[in-house]
T-cell receptor
Framework: GAGVSQSPSNKVTEKGKDVELRCDPISGHTALYWYRQSLGQGLEFLIYFQGNSAPDKSGLPSDRFSAERTGGSVSTLTIQRTQQEDSAVYLC???????????????FGPGTRLTVL | AQSVSQHNHHVILSEAASLELGCNYSYGGTVNLFWYVQYPGQHLQLLLKYFSGDPLVKGIKGFEAEFIKSKFSFNLRKPSVQWSDTAEYFCAVRGNNRLAFGKGNQVVVIP
């Protein structure tokens, strides 16, 4: 079946502009995650959505970052007033309910490479 | 908060050599551990996982990992690597609704 898809695959923007990154999770997956992969920092957690619960935003690096998930499916990560340090690959992942007893894995999308000039 | 340490960030070895990548984690709760691989130009995919039961876990492509609770370790092994194993390997521990990843091991296998 279809995996996690993300768009765009590449985004080049100017410093100070806003960007929106989209994630389509695997159908039926209730949990959705955003991570950031940058040189020297590895993979960092940004935000987690589970069903209709309030999202866990504890990984967002600043208030310029926000995300929403509409209808429990598609998610959009928005970065306002982009800075050069925001340049990274933004990864989305989804999974079934993350009960510890089942060890459900996260399936990752191909990522969006963001370059801020 | 959970954290993961991976050592020897860059590894270069010849085909048929054995590979072992170290992973040490820090987390006080119930442990779920993962190894993900990222082949050149591809997205992250799961190699293997541990969440309970037998601490020796076998994954895809001949990889295995051993969970040693007393050492807080989850080292990845493959007895004989192939050129196609050239990739970046990430260890991760799950807790608090997220995965915490190590910095990764860049493995290059020379034909």
């Amino acid at each position: 079946g279809a995996g996690v898809s993300q768009s765009p695959s590449n985004k080049v923007t100017e410093k100070g502009k806003d960007v929106e990154l989209r994630c389509d999770p695997i159908s039926g997956h209730t949990a959705l995650y955003w991570y950031r992969q940058s040189l020297g920092q590895g993979l960092e957690f940004l935000i987690y959505f589970q069903g209709n619960s309030a999202p866990d935003k504890s990984g967002l690096p600043s208030d310029r970052f926000s995300a929403e998930r509409t209808g429990g499916s598609v998610s959009t990560l928005t970065i306002q007033r982009t800075q050069q340090e925001d340049s990274a690959v933004y990864l989305c992942a989804s999974s079934l309910w993350m009960a510890l007893t089942t060890g459900n894995e996260q399936f990752f999308g191909p990522g969006t490479r963001l370059t801020v000039l | 908060a959970q954290s993961v340490s991976q050592h020897n960030h860059h590894v270069i070895l010849s085909e048929a050599a054995s590979l072992e990548l170290g992973c040490n984690y820090s987390y006080g709760g119930t442990v779920n551990l993962f190894w993900y691989v990222q082949y050149p130009g591809q997205h992250l995919q799961l190699l293997l996982k541990y969440f309970s039961g037998d601490p020796l876990v076998k994954g895809i492509k001949g990889f295995e990992a051993e969970f040693i609770k007393s050492k807080f370790s989850f080292n990845l092994r493959k007895p004989s690597v192939q050129w196609s194993d050239t990739a970046e390997y990430f260890c991760a521990v799950r807790g608090n609704n997220r995965l915490a990843f190590g910095k990764g091991n860049q493995v290059v296998v020379i034909p």
